[in-house]
């Protein structure tokens, strides 16, 4: 909540305009400094200023609610509260679909269809309420150029082809669609802050950074010292800022992760999320101390982000062109398995879709 703009705290669009000057624009950039520092950079008197931090406090303060307010504003509302994925039986699973005002995390090894599944969620966003969309904008933070319009443009009109009936209605989708490419932690950093006034501004409905585990992968070698702390100081801010859009303006926030090799000694829990082509499963092999370790594959990025996701999709290979879907971690939904496919739609589930 600290995160909020200053021009969001109900201050005058004149004391903005000068705060900003100094560069304070947020919430917290104003709480942080003395009551000294405050009357020089505001002009105002002691007591002025005194009224001004108890403005700003509330403002950012986390607003009380019951649960039967939750509840009630959720079954008042249905479509606020989840993006349909339509794929069905997910849906029922997760209780509506993925939920809005918090974060997903969708993790998998290269090939399974994460940035598929992303785009697929681009186009259901942008449909009518009346389908199961947002109705909305939605702005797609790419680190990997992988981003393909034709693909977004593909999906749509054969997911919903009575709908998107013209060239006119998808190119009038595309231009929902806010794309940028962010190669770095920095980039991904200053845009993540950027993104409250482009999501009043475009009406975006739905926020997607598509990967949050490149750019942190590749600059941060946790085996030099410090690495490990800055790491996780990027990963802390950037988490609560997402969250905070994201319970701010009621909208999900979709994120994607890749996967690592972690080591254990003895028998160990593994998940089989490589590809049967690759050579990466993991076998077990000896230790320093002589002891056999097992290793297994998980979602990379630490237990510390792990705990900031809200709810962890995986998916994996299964038999080609077979994948499995797995909703790991949820605080709505049992652990469940899914079947799917990648066809020129999108994600297409099989089978009976579902096994608990």
């Known amino acids: 909540m600290a995160a909020k703009k200053l021009r969001r705290a109900q201050l005058s669009q004149e004391m903005c305009e000068r705060l900003s000057r100094y560069q304070i624009t947020t919430c917290q950039d104003f709480l942080c400094l003395s009551l000294l520092e405050l009357m020089k950079v505001t002009g105002q008197s002691y007591y002025e200023v005194q009224k001004l931090l108890c403005k700003v406090s509330r403002a950012c303060a986390p607003k009380m609610q019951t649960a039967y307010e939750m509840k009630l504003r959720k079954s008042v509302n249905p479509s606020s509260a989840f993006l349909s994925t339509t794929l069905h039986s997910l849906d029922r699973v997760l209780h509506g679909g993925v939920p809005c005002g918090s974060l997903t995390e969708i993790t998998s090894p290269p090939g399974c269809g994460k940035t598929q599944f992303c785009i697929m969620l681009s186009v259901l966003a942008t449909l009518p309420v009346s389908m199961g969309g947002l109705d909305g904008a939605v702005i797609y933070i790419d680190t990997e150029s992988a981003f393909s319009a034709e693909r977004l443009i593909e999906i749509a009109a054969n997911r919903f082809p009575t709908y998107y009936d013209s060239d006119e209605k998808l190119l009038c989708m595309t231009r929902s669609i806010h794309l940028y490419r ?175």
């Open 182 to 356: 962010e190669l770095t932690c920095c980039s991904v950093l200053k845009r993540i802050m950027s993104l409250e006034e482009e999501i009043i501004l475009k009406k975006v409905k739905l926020v997607i950074i598509d990967s949050v585990a490149s750019v942190v992968r590749k600059e941060f070698d946790t085996k030099l010292q410090g690495n490990l702390a800055e790491r996780s100081n990027f990963l802390n801010r950037g988490a609560s800022v997402l969250k905070y859009l994201a319970e701010e303006f009621s909208i999900p926030v979709i994120l994607t992760n890749q996967i690592t090799t972690a080591l254990s000694s003895g028998p160990g829990l593994r998940a089989d999320l490589v590809s049967p082509d690759d050579d990466l499963s993991l076998s077990e092999g000896s230790s320093v101390s002589g002891k056999r370790d097992s290793g297994y594959v998980t979602a990379a990025l630490g237990n510390t982000w792990s705990h900031s996701v809200n709810t962890r999709l995986i998916l994996q290979y299964h038999d080609l062109p077979t994948r499995q879907l797995l909703v790991a971690k949820s605080p709505v939904a049992p652990f469940s398995t899914f079947f799917y496919t990648i066809e020129k739609s999108g994600l297409i589930l099989q089978g009976l879709e579902a096994a608990s």
